[in-house]
Structures are given as C-alpha cells and as structure tokens.
C-alpha cells in the first residue's frame, strides 16, 4: 500500500499478488465440488460397495478444511504470504496428482486429504490479502472478485464434471487441474515477494487438539447426519460425534480467552456489525445448499434427467453469479450492505418458495429461470454482508475475522445439509405412508404383488417431491430469519482498537 496525497492506493505489483492468488483459489476451490458426479464411477472403477465409504472422497475433503482453516488466523500472523501461498499451492498440486494417478481408493482418499489441507489454508490468506490491500471505501469491488472465485468456481464444478465424465475417465477431473496448480507454483515462486519482518508467535499445542476435536467432530456428526445410506440420525457415531464436539469446541472457546496470543480471537465476536454479519451468513449459508442438495435428487432420480442436463440447468445461474459479484462489489462501495443485502433476500425469498411447489410436470425451461433468479438473488447478499462485518474490525483482527468466516461457512453448510437432508426424509416417508393409505382405500378390488409394487414406486416418486418441496419451504423460513437480520445492518468502517499496542502487527501483501 501507498499513500498519495493523504489518500490509499493499491500498488500494481499487489495486483499480480492478487491475480496470482486468485487463481490458485478458484481451482483449489473447483476442485472441491468437482468430484461428486464422478463418485459412481470411483465405486465401479476401485469395487466399492458401500456409498458411505465412497463419500469420504467429499466429507473427508470437507473435514480437513473444516480442521485447518481455524490455525489459519494463526498461520497468517506468523508467516508471509510468499511462504504460506507456496506451501499451500504444493500441497494441493501434490494431492492433486496423487489423485490423479492413484492405482487404489485409499492413495485416492490420501491425495484429496492433501488437496484439502491446502486449499483450507488458500481462502482465508486470499481474503486476508484483499482486505489488508485495498481501503475501506474500495473493498467491496476487491472483495466482489472474490466473491466471483468463492461462489462461481464451486457452482460450475458440478456442469464441468458431468461433461468430463461423459466424455472421459474420473481421473481427468485431476489431470486438467494439477498442470494450473504447477503453473501457479511457478508463477508464486518468482513473483511473489516477503514483504514482512518474522514474528515470535507461539502456537498453542493444546488449541491445536481441541480445535480439530471441536470443530472436526461437529462437521463430523452433521455430514454423517446428512447422510441418508449411513443411517442419518439413527446412526450412534451423530451423537458422539457431536458431543465430543461440543465438548471440545467450548473448551477451545475459553481457552482462547485466556490466551495472549489465542490461535482464534473470539474476540472479533465484540464488533456489532461483524457478530450480525456471521449469523446472517450462517442463516443464508444453510438455505443455499438447499438447491445444490435437493435439486440434483429431483432432476436425475425423480425426472430422470441424466448428469450433464442438470448441470447444465444449474450453469446459467453459475454464470450470472460469476458475473455479479465485481458489479456487487462496486455497488456495495457506492450504496452499502443493507440495500443490497434486502433486494437480494426478497429474490431469494421469492424464488426458494417457487421451488417448494415443485411437480411432476415442472418444465426444464422454467426451472432454469427459477434456479438462475435465484443465484441472482444469492449473488448481492453473501459478500456485502461478509465484507461489511469484515470492514469494522480493526487490522489486528483481520486474520481472526476471515478465519472465523470460512469456518463458519464449512460448518453451517454441514448443519444445512443435515437439516435439509432430514427434513425431505421425514417428510417423504410421511407422504408416502398418508399416499399409500389413501391409494389403498379408493382401490375396489385387492391389488396384485406386481400392482402393488408399481403402486409402490408410482406414490414414491410423488412422496419425494412432496418432502423436496417441504425441505424447500424449510429453506424459505431459514432465509426469512436473515431477511429480519438484515434490517438492523449497518454501513461500517474499522473500529478503534486500543489494543493495538500489545498485539502483533498484521501484515500487507
């Protein structure tokens, strides 16, 4: 950062800092929705039986972002980011081909393991970057091109990897990655620049455990909870899970108020602005996933559309989203959060209930605009609010706030899917069984074994659309909640830190 004339100016060779990090994060963050599509195949390739062991390929990748982006706040205190990116990027290309090349499941399971470890690292340093770089009045625009990265590169993962699949083996979903992982390393290695003395920053060890304990077990037991082939909240592992979770995640709370140095400063939690912004987030967060979770179910088991249509069907709302956020960013820099924020809920609100009147006759056409308004909608909310809170911590805290953000994100996704997840299961088995009884009771005459069946799989089928549109409303009411929330937000610029002086500086790029 330079200073012109009592004024901010972000200097070009944070650009190229920037656009270096950037791309490293949009293929760290592909790759984590990449391989959901490409699951059966894994299965018959490696002879897997159970779907539950194959979908460690995804919650396994979530629960080792879920652990490590805690110790982030503290990794991007004590070291640069020419030394944090490079150990990221190397960690993920690695994984990467390990993934690639892997001539067995558990080498598979090991490099996307790896994978995660640095792409968790990757998020957090970028936003940390953006918000260290740019001046309060010009973040949003900064902030909407990582909103471009975090929402648009996800969103085509599904509609890219259907393509592959139909047209090549799984293993290409690693090979068309790790050669841009490679080029970015490269690229890191001679561009990027230390620009910041070491700081003596102790870790706590025992911060460490319980956080992998406290958050590992919660996105743990809600990933397992969410998954209907393990048993769902029948399954024994939720609760303990869970419960060693909790346990350990208020352990690890205290103790970060007993800290000099806490590996994850609760402490940002004091900022009015930045507490609303998480809850909103976490609220808007959970609703989100409503359509990534359910829509597929609807498109390929009900409908019986095939892989690469519903991925397509969702990539018009992946694009306008893509296309959004720089133009958020700069409307937020120009009118605030609240504005946006409002407008944007009002679409979501609007559009999610149009999906909770879903039917059998629904036409791909209108399910297309529905979906793409309603990626619209989500498009002016989740940054401007992220950012807003962001923006009234002071520097120190930055870390602690970016840290607690794409934790937050990783465990109210969990919660979200399980939630949604339970809600359709409850709900369908009540429709089915109300279906049945009705069914039966009109029927004259007693029906055949084969009349029964197909019975059967007819009510089904209509049960499930019934307990998606039930989940669905679930979600209108979730994104209800941060609509209120969203009333009381602020327009925010960074508060007074009287502590500056005891603390440890934060760095630039």
Do not use: C
């Not at 990748?61 to 991007?76: C, D, E, R």
């Not at 470890?117 to 949003?140: C, D």
């Not at 070491?198 to 060890?205: L, M, P």
């Not at 009234?392 to 602690?400: D, V």
């Amino acid at each position: 950062m330079e200073n012109i004339n009592g004024r901010s100016k972000t200097s070009t060779s944070t650009f190229g800092i920037i656009a270096i990090l950037l791309v490293g994060a949009f293929v760290a963050l592909l790759s984590n929705t990449l391989l959901n599509i490409a699951l059966p195949s894994i299965m018959k390739d490696f002879n897997i039986e159970s779907p539950s062991t194959v979908q460690w390929l995804t919650t396994g990748y979530m629960l080792v972002n879920g652990v490590m982006i805690p110790s982030t706040a503290f990794l991007i205190q004590r070291f640069s980011v020419r030394h944090l990116f490079l150990t990221a990027i190397t960690l993920f290309t690695l994984g990467t081909i390990l993934g690639g090349f892997a001539p067995s499941f558990t080498v598979l399971l090991l490099g996307r393991m790896v994978q995660a470890s640095g792409a968790a690292i990757m998020m957090p340093l970028l936003m940390n970057v953006m918000l260290t770089s740019f001046p309060v009045e010009k973040r949003g625009g900064a902030m909407g091109m990582f909103g471009l990265v975090m929402i648009f590169a996800p969103a085509i993962g599904p509609t890219l990897s259907g393509w592959i699949i139909e047209h090549y083996e799984w293993s290409m979903l690693f090979h068309i990655i790790w050669p841009i992982g490679l080029l970015v390393l490269i690229l890191g290695f001679f561009k990027l620049k230390d620009k910041k003395e070491k700081i003596a920053i102790s870790v706590d060890t025992l911060s460490i455990i319980l956080s992998i304990f406290g958050f590992g077990g919660i996105l743990y037991g809600f990933s397992t909870a969410g998954n209907t082939n393990q048993g769902g909240w029948h399954n024994s592992e939720v609760y303990i899970s869970l419960a060693i979770g909790v346990i350990a995640l208020t352990w690890f709370i205290t103790r970060q108020f007993k800290l000099k140095q806490p590996m994850l400063d609760f402490r940002v939690y004091k900022y009015p602005m930045f507490a609303l912004a998480s809850i909103i987030s976490v609220t808007v967060n959970m609703a989100m996933f409503s359509a990534m979770l359910l829509m597929p179910i609807y498109l390929q088991n009900i409908r019986g559309i095939s892989p690469i249509d519903s991925g397509l069907l969702m990539l018009p709302g992946a694009i306008v989203m893509g296309i959004m956020s720089p133009i958020t960013g700069k409307l937020f820099d120009k009118f605030g959060p609240k504005v946006l924020s409002l407008l944007g809920l009002t679409i979501t609100i609007v559009t999610t209930y149009t999906f909770s009147r879903l039917s059998m006759d629904t036409s791909y056409q209108t399910l297309i605009l529905m979906y793409t308004f309603r990626m619209f909608g989500m498009s002016m909310v989740m940054m401007p609010i992220m950012t807003n809170g962001l923006n009234q911590l002071p520097m120190r805290y930055t870390p602690h706030g970016t840290a607690m953000n794409s934790t937050l994100s990783q465990v109210s996704g969990a919660i979200g899917t399980a939630l949604l997840i339970t809600v359709m299961s409850t709900r369908t088995e009540t429709h089915g069984e109300n279906m049945m009884q009705e069914a039966l009771a009109n029927l004259t005459s007693k029906p055949s074994a084969d009349e029964l069946a197909a019975l059967k799989q007819q009510i089904m089928g209509q049960a499930t659309i019934e307990g998606i549109n039930d989940s669905f409303f679930v979600s209108v009411g979730i994104i209800v909640v941060a609509f209120v929330l969203a009333l009381f937000v602020k327009r925010t610029k960074p508060a007074a830190d009287k502590d500056a002086d005891k603390a440890p500086a934060t760095q630039s790029a």
